[in-house]
């Protein structure tokens, strides 16, 4: 058997990087864009104007069942979500569906205490990873909700979509999954759809951010940002 | 004539700075105009500039090229249509000037000055309305000459096609209120709706908020005094109001349903949601239809207006008045204050009727005033040297032995107001004419919808902001903010005094133009309305009248007064046409917006790129179709090895109890004895008994099922599946979409198997893991999925791994196959592969009217299940008989490769020839070295293995005969090695 | 453009949505019908001028399937529903 090489999983934005001329990490078996131009540019432009972070190397989970609330609250210490609401990471996309969003690496162990949970309880939940099938886009800085207002129809003012809400509609003509996930006071939003579309998701949010100086950040301007 | 040098140097018709102006005389620019320099100031518009050049001449007619000039100077019509650069169809009156522009004059042969295509005027009989329906129908043969030569003579602008993309875009606003038009009645219904605590946008189409403030006179005694004061007072006040935002430059273009509204500024089209709308569009000032009335020199007052207060400029030297109202009078008291010689005031009314507070005045200097008069022709060739006049008698009709002409080089007419209530129509709003106003304006509107302002009628500037206030209240109320002002009936001010007159023309004997867009005049109008054209709907469409770039704005009143009175009927009854989107012209950039065609792409895009790959789209997937030789890659499969991406493949996850009661229902075998680790193959069908889709679906473990569709049809059979899980069929049953968690390579040929031992150290043997199984192993260190399938008709393995590892395991899957000479493969020679095993392609292979026991998969149906989707029908198929069979044939002539698409024919009797088939997949096949394909026929030739029939090929006939089975390893034992 | 509510996800533009046909549900014995039963069910829909009960999916957003009683000559939608499986 032939295994010289390392497994390492690659985001579907990496060949994108690569032309942005991103330095590359290795972090919980992905390798994902560190730097682009410099650390103290990129915070700046996240803090100042605009900026796009490939965040697909967090986990992600689907909990689906009439009973998923129940196995979420017997698991976690969580209160009851409306649809669209989220929590720490755990939003109702409908009252029988579930999304939770983990640190790198995170899902394995809390996708096995929720497997345990529902066996516990008997119920029929269905929990399904899905990290590799979704590239998660996170835009983030001042001009955030002025980009999204150009390729999507929902209202992001933050009367109507507050932080920790989770929708799903229609983004540059694909179906993606839209997060307000604010950085302290710094807007910001996780754009979350399936891989195939992740490359033309991104290049069209690129183009769309021109007018604002938009740039993309590595890693380490989003743990400066206090993103880890 | 001015020559070019003059061009340059003379700023004669520019006045001395006065407040208000929006140039900046301080720094001077350089631009051309049909290749003439001319100088500017930034803030002048293309039109400003040239008309202080003492330019006059700016477009072309459309259909008999004549001169025109600057009419209405507020972006609306098509007097000043000019080209700049690659962009048609600009209007010179609102387009800023940048240094270095190049305008030139549309429509014209050889010159603006010289058109040749003018003379089409003296022969204009023979270019009668309707002209386009009339005209260059027969010979039908003549067509495409008739359709080059008016290509060149008509049509506006020239499209350079090798313009580069224009960078537009659109942006979604949402809101509370709406407010359209940024006048006095606009600004003051935003701040009384934002007070509420609202959000409103406010949008203008000029650069700046204001309207008509911005450029009519504050002279003591004028009734605008207070509220021109107050402009900068209103300017600041929604300076201060945090939630208004101010949009200029900026048309509202259409009102949509649930008060959905689109507008364009430059470059970006916004769509904007609100909750209420207050229309503050304003008036547009009615030109008069006259002999020559569109003579360069013949303008709006409020033209003339905005060119001296905004621009400074003097569009002439010696003027006449020709008006009906008071606003005349406020021009031409702005005009002699300006030192201009005012030659005459013609107003049509009885002195007693007059009440300008410039009256007075203007007489005492001495300006001419000619009551119960009005202009019959505008006189001059090029431009106006003069106008003619003529008392009206006491019927009003003109008494043409009083006719006398004055000098004069410019011809202003301030007859009445169109109100702009295009929006308010769209929304649903009712009109009437008030005869006694003679405008037809808003008598009620639905919910949440206001019109106030000129659009109502009401011109008085105090009128109009107390009327906008209360409108912006109820605005905000219908919304929640605030209470509803219970006033809210329309006014239509009733108080006010008559601004427009019901005469829109007066007869003559030479061309007067009611449509100054498509040159329509009014006879043209009558001609029309005597053919039968006599509905103001049907007049439009016959006559063009209100659809070019004007939309109505300067036309639609005159119109509607010319039907009624060539019909007798009333205005009323006349009605008006319907008021549809686009207000304005707008550029299809700006509909177009941003480029956004989603694409999909697999993990392992850029290796393909890398590699040579020529990529096809597949729905919006982007696939290999090949690296170069798809012969030489389907030859590496049957005797090597090969790999192909198929991670577009549909692949669903189905867990739960139910899952088994579903896959009976939705696949047309049976499979509630699927056994855990199996595969089976399965077609699904609509209740029509109609092929969608075909895949396999493994049986991953006690509760889950793993279920693959074709790669085009993953979105529909998901969308499919909800919609039966979800009406009624879903106990039990949970479905995810991992179409995109997974990615899938097949692995195949004969030393598939060998390929695949190096990686990993589950065992491979055949009887391990056999022919339609389902097994999970790690390949170079991935958990993977693996399918032993066959659609290449090999032995292959389809290797499914988690995505973000896609790039890894297909470089293990290459670097393994190395010493084997693997090659990768792309579409095509999957589709030669495919068709070598006459595995038929859903949807290439099959129609929305095929059904599967046609299609040669009876093999796949089991009408003894006790219901499944399709069933039904299937059985009534069944008993009938099939009508159309598809079978697979070959060539008699083995390098004839028919194309797919071509028909199957039958000479009948009388020797016609009957079509009878199609072909639907043909490929020259490199294993067999012989043309193949697939094809529907009658089933009386299709049952008979080598029945011979006929192709209509281009230009001749090639004859095939039917085969059945697979053309390459009939017994299917190469799959199973 | 027209304002539909998904009952999961509020108010959307109809561009998020595909309209799945009047309501009709699939019969409960197919083989019990008679030829012109089977192609009744296939083929004939109400087509009123009134209001409909209607499918629509939220196709580009959370992908549920629910009823919408909409007025077919106003285009007026008087409300939106989820789909509840009656029992039999």
Request: charged share 20%; aromatic share 8%; proline share 5%.
């Amino acid at each position: 058997m032939n295994t010289s090489k390392t497994p390492v999983k690659l985001t579907p934005l990496h060949s994108a990087a690569q032309r942005l001329g991103a330095t590359f990490i290795e972090q919980r078996g992905w390798r994902i864009p560190q730097v682009y131009t410099t650390l103290e540019d990129e915070v700046v432009a996240a803090q100042e104007r605009l900026t796009l972070a490939d965040e697909t190397s967090n986990g992600k989970l689907l909990l689906e069942g009439d009973q998923a609330e129940s196995v979420l609250m017997d698991t976690f210490d969580l209160g009851s979500l409306k649809i669209n609401e989220g929590h720490d990471g755990i939003y109702r996309l409908r009252s029988d569906l579930f999304f939770i969003s983990t640190p790198p690496g995170r899902e394995i162990s809390i996708r096995k205490k929720l497997t345990t949970a529902s066996a516990a309880s008997e119920q029929f939940v269905t929990i399904t990873e899905v990290t590799h099938g979704r590239a998660e886009i996170r835009v983030i800085g001042p001009h955030s909700q002025e980009l999204l207002s150009k390729v999507c129809g929902l209202d992001f003012h933050p009367s109507a979509f507050p932080n920790e809400t989770a929708k799903q509609s229609s983004l540059a003509k694909t179906t993606q999954l839209i997060i307000r996930c604010d950085i302290g006071e710094l807007p910001a939003f996780s754009i979350i759809g399936v891989q195939s579309l992740g490359p033309y998701v991104w290049d069209t949010m690129m183009e769309a951010g021109t007018e604002f100086g938009v740039v993309p950040i590595g890693r380490a301007a989003l743990a400066a940002l206090g993103e880890e | 004539m001015r020559t070019e040098q003059d061009a340059l140097t003379t700023t004669s018709n520019r006045l001395h700075p006065k407040q208000g102006e929006v140039i900046d005389r301080s720094t001077t620019i350089r631009f051309t105009f049909d290749g003439v320099e001319y100088t500017a100031h930034p803030g002048d518009t293309v039109a400003s500039a040239l008309t202080a050049a003492g330019v006059k001449v700016l477009s072309r007619s459309f259909k008999y090229h004549r001169p025109r000039g600057l009419l209405c100077c507020s972006g609306h019509c098509p007097n000043c249509l000019v080209q700049i650069g690659d962009e048609p169809n600009v209007r010179a009156c609102t387009r800023p000037v940048e240094p270095g522009m190049e305008v030139r004059a549309q429509n014209v042969w050889p010159s603006l000055n010289r058109d040749l295509l003018s003379l089409t005027q003296l022969g204009s009989r023979f270019m009668p309305v309707g002209f386009y329906y009339k005209t260059f129908i027969r010979p039908q043969k003549l067509w495409p000459l008739y359709e080059h030569t008016l290509r060149h003579a008509a049509g506006l602008g020239e499209v350079d096609i090798d313009t580069p993309l224009g960078e537009f875009d659109k942006q979604y606003l949402h809101t509370d209120v709406v407010i359209v038009g940024g006048g006095p009645a606009g600004i003051s219904a935003a701040l009384s709706a934002a007070e509420t605590g609202a959000q409103v946008l406010l949008f203008e189409e000029n650069p700046a908020l204001g309207g008509h403030l911005r450029f009519t006179v504050p002279l003591e005694s004028s009734s605008t005094t207070k509220a021109s004061k107050d402009l900068p007072e209103l300017l600041e006040a929604v300076d201060r109001q945090p939630n208004i935002t101010v949009f200029t430059d900026t048309s509202v273009l259409g009102w949509y349903q649930d008060n959905w509204l689109c507008a364009v500024k430059g470059a970006r089209l916004f769509k904007i949601r609100t909750k209420s709308v207050v229309v503050a569009t304003g008036a547009y000032e009615t030109p008069l239809i006259f002999d020559n009335n569109d003579l360069p020199g013949v303008m709006l007052g409020s033209a003339v207006q905005r060119l001296v207060h905004l621009f400074g400029v003097l569009p002439g030297g010696q003027v006449v008045i020709v008006t009906a109202n008071e606003d005349g009078w406020d021009v031409a008291a702005d005009l002699q204050s300006l030192g201009v010689n005012v030659a005459a005031i013609v107003d049509e009314r009885e002195p007693s009727a007059c009440a300008s507070p410039y009256r007075e005045g203007l007489t005492n200097a001495g300006v001419p005033v000619f009551y119960r008069h009005t202009i019959l022709e505008a006189l001059g060739s090029n431009e106006v040297r003069g106008a003619k006049i003529a008392r009206l008698d006491g019927q009003g009709e003109i008494s043409l032995a009083t006719a006398q002409s004055l000098q004069c080089d410019l011809i202003v007419t301030s007859m009445g107001w169109t109100p702009a209530t295009e929006l308010a129509y769209m929304a649903g709003g009712k009109s009437e004419y008030h005869e006694d106003r003679a405008e037809i304006l808003p008598v009620s509107t639905p919910p949440g919808i206001y019109v106030v302002g000129r659009a109502a009628g009401t011109h008085a500037v105090n009128s109009q902001i107390s009327e906008a206030q209360r409108a912006g209240s109820n605005a905000a109320a219908f919304v929640g903010f605030g209470e509803f002002d219970e006033s809210t009936a329309y006014s239509s001010g009733v108080l006010e005094p008559r601004r427009t007159s019901e005469r829109v023309c007066v007869p003559g004997k030479k061309k007067q133009f009611v449509c100054y867009c498509e040159d329509v005049t009014d006879e043209d109008v009558e001609t029309a309305i005597a053919e039968g054209y006599d509905s103001i709907e049907l007049l439009k469409r016959y006559s063009t009248i209100s659809m070019g770039p004007c939309q109505g704005a300067m036309c639609s009143m005159n119109t509607i007064h010319l039907c009624a009175r060539a019909n007798d009927w009333t205005v009323q009854e006349t009605g008006t046409t319907t008021a549809r989107p686009p207000t304005t012209p707008v550029t299809l950039g700006a509909l177009a917006g941003q480029n956004m065609e989603p694409v999909q792409t697999t993990p392992i895009h850029q290796w393909h790129l890398d590699h040579g790959a020529d990529m096809m789209v597949a729905g919006l997937w982007l696939r290999p179709n090949h690296y170069g030789d798809p012969a030489a890659e389907a030859t590496s499969v049957r005797e090597r090895v090969g790999l192909i991406d198929v991670s577009p493949l549909g692949k669903l996850q189905l867990t739960g109890p139910g899952v088994p009661e579903l896959l009976e229902r939705i696949y047309t075998n049976q499979w509630d004895n699927l056994r855990v680790g199996r595969v089976r193959y399965g077609v699904m069908c609509n209740d029509e008994g109609v092929v969608l889709n075909d895949g396999v679906c493994a049986h991953v473990n006690d509760e889950t099922w793993y279920m693959t569709t074709t790669s085009t049809g993953a979105t529909t059979i998901f969308e499919w599946l909800q919609w039966w899980l979800q009406s009624g069929w879903g106990e039990g049953i949970h479905l995810t979409d991992l179409t995109d968690t997974y990615s899938a390579f097949n692995l195949a040929g004969p030393q598939s198997r060998t390929v695949l031992e190096k990686l990993t150290e589950r065992n491979l043997a055949n009887k391990a893991f056999p022919y339609m199984r389902l097994r999970s192993a790690k390949i170079a260190g991935v958990s993977c999925r693996l399918l032993r399938i066959g659609f290449t008709g090999e032995l292959s393995y389809e290797v499914h791994c988690p995505s973000g590892y896609a790039l890894h395991v297909w470089e293990a899957l290459m670097d393994a196959g190395r010493e084997f000479d693997i090659a990768p493969f792309g579409v095509e020679a999957q589709r030669i592969l495919r068709l070598e095993k006459a595995h038929i392609i859903v949807g290439q292979d099959t129609d929305a009217m095929s059904d599967p026991l046609s299609a040669n998969m009876a093999w796949a149906v089991k009408l003894d299940k006790p219901d499944f989707l399709g069933k039904p029908s299937l059985m009534r198929i069944s008993a009938e008989g099939p009508k159309q069979l598809l079978v697979g044939f070959k060539m008699v002539e083995p390098n004839v490769v028919p194309d797919e698409g071509l028909q199957i024919v039958e000479s009948e009797a009388d020797g016609q020839l009957k079509i009878v088939g199609w072909i639907t997949s043909s490929r020259f096949s490199p294993t067999l070295e012989e043309a193949i394909g697939l094809c529907w026929l009658p089933p009386d030739i299709a049952s008979q293995n080598g029945a011979s029939f006929t192709i209509r090929m281009d230009g001749h006939l090639a004859e095939a005969r039917v085969h059945h089975g697979a053309f390459y390893d009939p017994d299917g034992e190469r799959l199973r090695m | 453009m027209l304002l539909l509510t998904c009952p999961n996800c509020g108010d959307r533009n109809v561009s998020e949505f595909r309209f799945g046909g009047e309501l009709s549900s699939r019969p409960k014995d197919p083989s019990a019908l008679s030829d012109a039963e089977w192609a009744n069910y296939l083929y004939m829909r109400n087509n009123v001028m009134d209001a409909q009960t209607e499918w629509w999916h939220h196709n580009v957003g959370c992908g549920l399937w629910f009823l919408a009683e909409r007025h077919t000559r106003t285009n007026e939608v008087i409300k939106t529903y989820p789909y509840v499986k009656r029992e039999t």
